[in-house]
């Protein structure tokens, strides 16, 4: 038998996936995807640029397996997978024709081919994968599968509508207290939910990832307990009713309720603490949840004297006002504090506007902030703004005559432009 072509296949890890999408948009040759089940990698397609490995918060990204190519794990086969499978032994390796020097190749080596490499996506190019110099030092994954406790319980201290209820739709700010169980987070982290039961195979729910909406000190200053911003849905895109799991559950949760928490995640999407820094946050819907949490802890630093200077801009959007999550409170914060500008695309008698359109008429505050290395910018929201933004960001640089290239390399590079977007 002659030697045969090998690969060194690079595969997701679903029992400790938590689905946090940070992956998929750190690919610079799109070879990552998912369905309502795994995230998958596809070998054709995976160029081995590892841009994904520092990013995955529970290590699930970073398992690897060697096998002939012709018999490379389709995307196919590992959508329907709930643990990875187990490893080709070096003998039936040897005995299907692999050449002995492969076995311990690195992956860079054991590809076969090079697949297609796509062009990077604007997005992947500018995020940062590091944190801003004067982030604080983040816990991660102190509770989960890879953890010496799987999950942490919490006790729901608080449930409460922040929109107006929708016929597809319904927003809840959720409260979790921890007690005298360790559980630091900061803001920019996010955390998973175990829902109790399993799916309609039998298999337990998966943890599904939401964002912090709280300062580091709490929900409420001084108590071991965050917030999080939950958006349900209840209609598809047909009008039929839907019914959710995670999310369902965590909106219907009475105070009192337990729930199985892991992490907490994220080690790059941190606000910068340095009193210079400037930050740019833009956001739609619950993408506004660790806008929330480092605006509230802004806002703790300057009641207590303790920050001098540095910007806050928000630009917020959302289809009307009535689905705006926090849209009372956020009109009552201070000016000098948060800079707000909101963005509906959906008011009856109203020319549609997002957030990119309210950022260019903002662009004379706008651009010496982009001009600044104490400004950090933070987009988090629905994946179809990304391009609006970016390009808002461009033009704006270069109409106050900043070299828009350097300054996209300089952002990422300087852990200052973070993307988290689904």
């Not at 007690?179 to 729910?205: N, T, W, Y």
């Amino acid at each position: 038998m002659g030697d045969v072509a090998v690969l060194k296949q690079h595969l997701i890890d679903p029992e400790i996936c938590i689905r946090c999408n940070s992956c998929e948009a750190a690919c610079p040759s799109g070879a990552i995807t998912h369905d309502d089940n795994n995230y998958v990698v596809n070998a054709g397609a995976c160029d081995f640029g590892m841009s994904c490995l520092p990013v995955c918060p529970t290590g699930a990204i970073d398992n690897w397996r060697l096998v002939p190519s012709s018999q490379a794990y389709s995307i196919e086969q590992q959508f329907g997978w709930t643990e990875l499978p187990a490893e080709l032994s070096p003998e039936l390796l040897a005995s299907q024709g692999v050449p002995e020097e492969m076995l311990a190749a690195p992956p860079e080596a054991t590809s076969a081919e090079a697949g297609p490499t796509p062009a990077s996506a604007v997005t992947t190019r500018l995020n940062a994968h590091v944190p801003p110099w004067s982030a604080a030092h983040p816990y991660v994954s102190l509770y989960g599968p890879r953890a010496r406790e799987p999950w942490i319980e919490a006790t729901v201290a608080g449930n409460v509508r922040v929109t107006n209820r929708g016929s597809d739709y319904d927003t809840h700010h959720v409260v979790l207290d921890f007690g005298a169980r360790p559980f630091p987070v900061l803001e920019g982290q996010s955390i998973g939910i175990l829902p109790p039961g399993a799916d309609d195979k039998g298999r337990p729910h998966h943890a599904r990832q939401y964002s912090v909406a709280s300062a580091r000190t709490g929900e409420r200053s001084g108590f071991n307990n965050l917030s999080l911003t939950i958006k349900r849905v209840l209609e598809d895109h047909q009008g039929r009713p839907v019914r959710g799991v995670a999310s369902n559950y965590m909106c219907d949760l009475e105070v009192g309720d337990k729930v199985r928490v892991t992490g907490p995640f994220g080690a790059t999407f941190l606000m910068p603490n340095h009193p210079r820094s400037n930050i740019v946050m833009i956001c739609t819907g619950t993408g506004s949840a660790p806008m929330r949490a480092m605006t509230e802890w802004r806002r703790r630093l300057h009641k207590s004297g303790r920050f001098e200077g540095g910007k806050l801009m928000l630009f917020f959007g959302a289809r009307s006002p009535e689905e705006l999550p926090y849209f009372g409170p956020l009109k009552n914060l201070p000016r000098d504090l948060l800079d707000v500008n909101l963005a509906f695309s959906r008011v009856t008698g109203q020319p549609k506007r997002y957030v990119q359109d309210v950022m260019r008429e903002r662009a004379a505050d706008l651009a010496p902030l982009l001009g600044s290395p104490d400004t950090a910018i933070f987009v988090c929201g629905l994946r179809g703004m990304e391009e609006g933004v970016i390009a808002a960001l461009r033009d704006i640089a270069i109409a106050s005559g900043l070299d828009w290239d350097a300054l996209g390399t300089a952002l990422r590079d300087e852990g200052r432009i973070h993307f988290e977007t689904y």
